[in-house]
């Protein structure tokens, strides 16, 4: 498909990319913005994995369900419009395969999507699919000094038992992984493969649990289940979930989700039948 630079930055609240900062493009004040405005403005969701479905990563799939259809997506399909962006404004993207370990010293499968891209030599890596904990702008790969981007720290360290860089976040004085990822060239078999094992796997957190998170100008709202988490400067305030209104409520308002009613509905059905938070 040809991909519709004017539709997507009107999707992700851009006005005009070229020049950006007077750099001529692509340039890094580019990816910084693609990367930031996709993410605040296209929310993280697996609610189709929630109810049972297997994500079609088509990219013409993924730009109606995203672009024209005002959904979200998990990583796979997150990165996957984020990669036709990059290719279409000319940056060297190679995407990777990621083992997310969310604080573990080691990782699962090697399912998680990102890009490394290089610009005048340097490095970065980019990603608009790492729900939650993940940076908002790219990472530069060739410094291990934290960095601070949006008011949050995050560094990359080599394990070398697993021959992986693990991108780490900075959680009050401790380092918390949240992925590593190596440069083993990926296929498009990969994608399905990873496509596969995420939303099937009985392991797999997405089929079991509905997890959303968007970024905002001061900080991110999240919600796991029915438990809502909003952070806006420094101030964080949670609340429970205890209807279908407010379910469809919080989908629009808060993550500007356009979800239609009846998927919504199945949403909180599958929600009601799980265990109250606290519930023994």
Known sequence: MTFDVQAYLERIGVAELSGVQGQPMPSLAALQMLQSAQMRAIAFENIDVFLGRVPDLDEAVVWNRMVDGRRGGYCLELNRLFGGALQAFGFDAAPVLGRV???????????????????EGVEWLADTGFGGPGPVGPVNLSDEEPQLIAGETFRTMRDHATGELVLQRLNGEDWFALYGFDRVPVTEADFIAANVVCSRWEQSPFPRHLMMTVANAAGRASMFNRSVKLVRAGEVRGWEITSLTELQSVLGDLFGLQVEAPIAAAVWRKLQAKPAPGAA
């Open 101 to 119: 370990r969310m604080g573990a010293p080691v990782g699962g499968p090697r399912a998680h999507h990102a890009f490394v891209v290089s610009i």
